[in-house]
Structure formats: C-alpha cells, structure tokens
C-alpha cells in the first residue's frame, strides 16, 4: 500500500479563519499515468476551463499570494472517487431493479431516476459537511 502523500501546488488567493482558498496551478496530482493514478488531470483539463479552487486547512499560517504545497493522506483520492461515481451508480441500478420488481419499464425508470437523485442529493450533503477523519481533508504543508 502506498503510503505517501499525493500532493499539489496552489497558490492562497484568500483565508477564512484556520483555513484558505487556493488556486490549484495544474489540475489533479499529475500522477495520472503511474500505478494507482486516477486520472484525475484529465478529467479536469477536459471539463474546468477556468481556475481550480479549493478550500483547505491552512496549518501552516500562509498568507495571501504565497505559493503552497497542498497534501491530501494517501488512499483518500481513490476513496472521494469512488464515493463519488461508484455509490450514485450502484444506488441508480439497485433503484431501477427495484422498481423494475413493481412490474414494467417505466418503474424501472422512475426507481432508477429516484435512485439517482437520492444518491447526489446524499453526496451533495456528505461533502458540504464536516463528516470524515480530519487528518484525510486537504491541507497546506509548505510554502513552495
């Protein structure tokens, strides 16, 4: 298991208490093509056309404009991923085959639409709260 920190560079745009805003320079942690990579780059780069911005933990104490190196715990990426686009797509399929059971195509349909939306509406609200180990939550570990 791998056991070091995937990290990023960032620059602090702006600071709310313990935290900071920050611009990510390249998106994703540029790990795309080695072993364990999500391909995270990519993705960015094909549908975020303006800047990337993050809020993080700012333990360090860095002030606006300073370039930063932002850390993440290793494994956490993987875990975000597929909470994100596993969980929807398997609560969408248990949906449509439970209304599939009520009989017809068009129960399918609507227990699979419920599904889909029950799960982003549960992902939408997981990630807005403060649920999850803090030492797993993005945060400024140097100035770069």
Known sequence: MNTEQTTVRAIVRSLEGSSAHVEVEHG??????????????QLTQMF????????VENDIGADVGDRVVIAIAPGSVSRIANFAYIFPLTVTIVGGVLGASFGGDLNAMIGAGIGLCASFLYVIIRSHSNIGNLSERPHIISRS
Do not use: D, L, V
Request: glycine share 32%; proline share 5%.
């Open 28 to 41: 994703g942690c540029g790990r795309c093509h080695e072993k364990g990579g999500c391909g995270g780059q």
């Open 48 to 55: 975020c056309a303006g800047p990337k911005t993050f809020h």
